[in-house]
Each structure stands twice: as structure tokens, then as C-alpha cells.
């Protein structure tokens, strides 16, 4: 079995991999001030986990990614939603090209309404991967 070919553009890459990056490190610091109002240190955290002290320091400072499990089961130690992690994030927090592209592709998949034109979408697409290989 092949590899499937990553079907993005190394600029949409680019741009998805900034916005993780901020929204990553908002979450760490969310994370940081959570245990630390609790009076636990990253070891206590990361005995919970059964993961090194190391990778919380690397959750807080948003170079690892936290994984939306292991953000469950950090809000359960901490005893708080969810959704405390993401309090004060801009609500789009993303350049105006970001923003226009997002509401470009919504706008795109609004046009597509029927089965028919679903179908004439795919059937162009793999039209165009044939001519492409």
C-alpha cells in the first residue's frame, strides 16, 4: 500500500501550521496557570499522565501539541471544562487572507446543494488527478 499524497499546498501547510502554533501556545499557557492556581508542579501533572515533566514544559510553552484526549483528561485532573483552555482566544484570531480564504471555501461549500453537483465535483476531481499523474 502507497502513501497517500498530501493534497495541500506547502503555503496552506504554512498557514495552518501558524495558526496551530498560537492557538497551541494559548493552550499551554491556559494549562500553565491552571496547575499552577491548583499548587501542582509539572512533575504532579506529568505522574498523573504517566508522561515525562519534560512534555508538560513542552505543552505550556506550545511547542508539543496537546491532543484533544489527553485535553480531556487534563481538565478532569484539574476539574475544569474543557473549554477553560481556550478562554481568551480571539474569537479569529487569524490575518485577513486567513479569514478570506476560510469564508471562501464556506462560500464554496454552500454552492454545493445537490447529489448532482457533489457527484460533478468529484467526477472532476479525479478527472484532474489522472491528468495529473
Do not use: C, W
Request: net charge neutral.
Amino acid at each position: 500500500m502507497t502513501p497517500e499524497k498530501n493534497t495541500h499546498t506547502s503555503e496552506t501547510s504554512e498557514l495552518n501550521a501558524r495558526k496551530a502554533d498560537m492557538i497551541d501556545q494559548h493552550v499551554g499557557k491556559k494549562l500553565r496557570e491552571h496547575r499552577r492556581m491548583l499548587d501542582m508542579s509539572q512533575q504532579d501533572v506529568s505522574d498523573l499522565l504517566s508522561i515525562s515533566y519534560q512534555q508538560i514544559q513542552k505543552y505550556e510553552s506550545g511547542v508539543n501539541r496537546i491532543s484533544a484526549g489527553r485535553l480531556y483528561t487534563l481538565a478532569q485532573i484539574m476539574q475544569i471544562p474543557v473549554s477553560k483552555f481556550y478562554e481568551g482566544l480571539q474569537e479569529h484570531p487569524y490575518t485577513d487572507a486567513e479569514n478570506s480564504q476560510y469564508s471562501s471555501s464556506l462560500h464554496t461549500r454552500e454552492l454545493v446543494t445537490t447529489p448532482e453537483v457533489k457527484q460533478a465535483l468529484y467526477n472532476l476531481a479525479d478527472t484532474i488527478k489522472r491528468h495529473i499523474k
